[in-house]
């Protein structure tokens, strides 16, 4: 039996709302069970619309009663279908009227985690992308905007809503919303809550009341949220001029949460795992997630909320721009050069991937039938991408002045790709039709690069490709920004960054090297090597014939300090891709490496980036690009050979790092100390793998943060110490953030042919809680994105295992699931055997009865491949 597709929304279909709101009350009435919403909404028809029937989305609401005007609607006045309610134009009063509601929901039923539900006795919302429409009957959609009122009855101690307080008694608080928002930004918390308290001055000179809402006992764990808000809300008016507008910011963490963080107007909500920290429980990384998750969500109130989104097909107006915008303050906060090479190991680990298979879409998606399938790395981090090409592109100054004239044109409207890039084009006077292909065109472009010399001259040939994706066999020449400088053969720049834009299929670019060199100050060279794509100017992938020879120049001496890290990264990739094939290391590349190491004018973390390896994902991603099938179980050993082998090649110098690099007892998760630990727990773990456990084990037992402790707790785990999970657990067996690292470290840790077996024992312990989806991503991501060669292992049995859990999540919370599904998008790229048992896998999920429309589009739209 064909299991069926589910229904397809269409960008080509969009029309506006046929009525807007002028005006929303929303009133709860708390309960577990039976919660009742009371609702008082003015309409007013579209004038930009088509009039006619009142049309309002709901899910799962029983309704009570329903007024227009204040008359009450009998059952023949109105049809109620799964999908919502309709009015016929024919009942309505005129052109404007106000429509009552009351409908009542069970909070604790919602086990999706969208709409509002309970996590641990605390009612909290989740509305974007379509969770609003499990609340009340509502035009649930981003282009209609209205402010809201909302009181709240319940006897829970703490009860709050977007915008500003405005009374609040015994059992009641109400809140006022001044700035018209669309529906997904709405939210509600009520609970046994403490803040964490403080405050901003912004430069308006409003002074604006900040909290961290928290479970009683995590109250000491906010400090670093506190202060990574404070200082995202100044470098807003700094970088952007852009302020806060209410009087108070809340943010709430909870322990119950499908995603990260919801960017809610003035009412964050927060995953606590993006919140909580205390050195003793959070590691580096998870501070510096804390710092750009809280950044992101803030920064949202002006790209997202202030100005929106007019459909869903614009996530990426709201969502790329918003990462762009993160990444840019973590680079002012942090080491810029250090965030440029994190987020490019991030894109090319997820987007690349992503792009190269079954799932890759345009940034901007032209039909979905589940729009929560949709918040992908395409759309958040290539969406961030093409900010960057057109802030190179354009300048600095110019990308200010575009994005000044975006929000005072845009404000309180929900806008395009194409108003976003009007502002752009009428600021610079620049045609941006054939640079819009970046949201239009799905795939990675493949960026290739030959050059040839003659008597002083050098010719620089660039050429495009797009490769086909589903529904795109044909692509169109895009716009690449391509960043480049030359070094003559002893690494001395004869260009500086120059940018080149190729804007067809090939361009052929002279280079007069005479004329450089002279102005270098550098006699003629006999070669030169070109540094391409330095800051990674754009999202491609990038073949150019660089010696090994030359990239070792590129490593020891280039300007940029992205491709300084790339040329490292591709000789490593073309190691191991050498060493899969029979081929070993060789003892160059070691001696660059471990002059780079030992050279103390380079920054700790971006020394720690160039020794680590590609992941298994990685290296399985470079095979299929250069058409060599990957087997994840030899990519796995091969990997951990030339770990071994670069333990003991660097073994001196990683010594002398790991003695040298000690910050203290004083933990700090500033960057400076972040970098030195990130140094030295790699080059333990190399040591560990190369020499055994001793180093590790003192590191162990003498770790008073969790960056050290779980580096020793890993680099165990990676040779086998067998008493060390079981000393993790007693010690932290009471804190569940710290938990889901110890279910995750375990799996991803283990023995390749054990980790299925580890995983299913696991998955069976008393503490894994599989409803909640940290723990579910814990356990099941520790196996499909932390143990790849546990996953795939050959007897198949890690895909029956993820597959059997997928169906059983799904019944429960289909957006987690389907999320979580993607783990099987590579399947093409694997061996026959392997791809069958993976198709039979998804083929078995896909027929399911009941499948959720969310993991039914994931799935088809992987075996369709
Ligand atoms: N906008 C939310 C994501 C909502 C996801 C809905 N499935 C968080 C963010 O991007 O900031
Ligand atoms: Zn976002």
Redesign the pocket.
């Known amino acids: 039996m064909q299991p069926s597709t589910p229904q397809q929304i269409h960008l080509a279909d969009y029309r506006p709302p046929a009525y807007l709101v002028d005006h929303v009350h929303l009133t709860f009435r708390l309960a577990p069970k039976g919660t009742r919403v009371i609702s008082r909404i003015r309409f007013r028809a579209n004038p930009a619309g088509t009039g006619g029937d009142l049309v309002l989305d709901g899910e799962g609401l029983r309704l009570i009663g329903a007024a227009i005007d204040g008359v009450a609607l009998g059952a023949g006045d109105y049809l109620i279908t799964q999908a919502g309610l309709r009015v016929a134009a024919a009942r309505l009063p005129g052109d404007a009227f106000t429509w009552e509601a009351e409908v009542a929901i069970d909070p604790e039923g919602n086990t999706a985690l969208e709409g509002l539900y309970l996590s641990k006795g605390m009612f909290c919302t989740?509305c974007?992308?379509e969770g609003f429409r499990k609340i009340t009957f509502y035009p649930d959609r981003p282009d209609v905007m209205a402010p809201f009122d909302v009181r709240i009855e319940s006897d829970l101690p703490v009860l709050l809503s977007n915008g500003n307080p405005v009374g609040q008694g015994a059992g009641w608080a109400e809140w006022h919303d001044p700035w018209p928002k669309p529906a997904y930004l709405f939210a509600l918390v009520a609970g046994d809550l403490v803040a964490h308290a403080d405050s901003f001055t912004t430069m308006e000179g409003r002074a604006v009341a900040l909290n961290i809402w928290v479970r009683p006992g995590d109250e000491g764990k906010c400090a670093y949220a506190m202060d990574a808000l404070q200082r995202s809300m100044a470098w807003d008016e700094t970088a952007y001029g852009r302020a806060y507008d209410l009087d108070i910011f809340n943010i709430v963490a909870v322990d119950d949460f499908?995603?990260?963080?919801?960017?809610n107007k003035g009412l964050n909500i927060f995953n606590s795992k993006f919140v909580l920290a205390s050195p003793e429980t959070a590691t580096d990384r998870d501070y510096e997630f804390i710092e750009s998750?809280v950044a992101?969500?803030y920064f949202?109130n002006w790209t997202?909320n202030r100005v929106t989104c007019r459909d869903w097909f614009q996530l990426c107006l709201?969502?790329g721009l918003?990462v762009f915008r993160d990444q840019q303050f973590s680079a002012d906060a942090r080491s810029a050069p250090v965030q440029r090479i994190s987020d490019v190991l991030q894109l090319r680990a997820r987007q690349f991937r992503e792009d190269a298979g079954p799932l890759a879409h345009n940034v901007r998606p032209e039909a979905y039938a589940e729009?929560?399938n949709f918040?992908t790395a395409t759309v958040?981090e290539k969406g961030a991408e093409v900010i960057g090409m057109l802030h190179r592109l354009v300048g600095a100054q110019a990308y200010r002045a575009a994005l000044d004239l975006y929000f005072a044109r845009h404000d309180g409207q929900a806008c395009t790709i194409e108003d976003w890039l009007a502002v752009f084009s009428e600021v610079t006077g620049r045609d941006l039709s054939q640079f819009k292909l970046w949201y239009t065109q799905a795939g990675t472009p493949r960026l290739s690069a030959a050059w040839s010399m003659a008597e002083g001259q050098m010719h620089l040939t660039l050429r495009q490709e797009v490769p086909a994706t589903p529904g795109q066999p044909h692509k169109s020449p895009m716009v690449i920004p391509v960043a480049l400088g030359l070094l003559d053969q002893t690494g001395a720049e004869i260009l500086p960054e120059t940018l080149v834009v190729l804007d067809q299929a090939e361009v052929v670019i002279p280079f007069d090297l005479a004329a450089l060199a002279a102005e270098a100050g550098r006699p003629l060279p006999e070669a030169v090597i070109p540094s391409l794509l330095r800051g990674f100017s754009a999202p491609v992938i990038l073949d150019a014939p660089v010696s090994r020879a030359d990239r070792l120049v590129l490593l020891a001496h280039d300007t940029d300090p992205f491709n300084r890290w790339e040329a490292g990264r591709s000789l490593m990739r073309e190691t191991l891709l050498g060493m899969l094939l029979g081929g070993a290391a060789d003892q160059a590349f070691f001696a660059a490496m471990g002059r780079l190491l030992a050279d103390d004018s380079l920054d700790p973390a971006f020394r720690a980036l160039v020794l680590a390896l590609p992941s298994e994902d990685d290296i399985a991603q470079a095979a299929q690009e250069s058409g060599i099938v990957p087997d994840p179980v030899m990519i796995h050993a091969t990997r951990r050979d030339l770990q071994v082998a670069m333990g003991v090649a660097l073994g001196s110098v990683l010594t002398q790092l790991y003695d040298a690099l000690d910050p203290g007892p004083s933990y700090r998760p500033d960057a400076a100390q972040a970098a030195q630990r990130a140094l030295r727990n790699a080059a333990l773990h190399l040591l560990t793998l190369s020499e055994g456990p001793t180093r590790a084990q003192a590191h162990y037992d003498a770790a008073n943060n969790m960056t050290d402790e779980i580096a020793a707790f890993t680099a165990l785990l990676d040779i086998g110490d067998s008493d060390v999970a079981g000393r993790f657990h007693d010690r932290w067996q009471d804190d569940r953030l710290v938990m889901d690292k110890w279910f995750m470290a375990q799996i991803s840790h283990a023995a390749p042919g054990d980790a299925v077996a580890l995983a299913r024992r696991l998955s069976a312990h008393p503490l894994f809680d599989w409803t909640n989806p940290n723990r579910f991503r814990a356990v099941i991501g520790g196996l499909t994105a932390g143990n790849p060669a546990g996953f795939h292992d050959p007897s198949g049995a890690g895909y029956g295992f993820v597959a059997d859990w997928l169906i059983r999540l799904d019944a429960r919370n289909p957006?987690t699931a389907a999320r979580m599904s993607s783990a099987f998008e590579t399947w093409r790229r694997y061996d026959a055997d392997r791809q069958a048992m993976i198709l039979a896998a998804l083929d078995r999920i896909a027929a399911q009865p009941g499948l959720s429309r969310d993991l039914a589009e994931m799935v088809g739209r992987m075996r369709a491949a």
């Open positions: 989740q974007e992308a499908n995603m990260g963080a919801m960017e998750i992101h969500e949202h997202g709201k969502e918003t729009i929560n918040y958040y957006q």
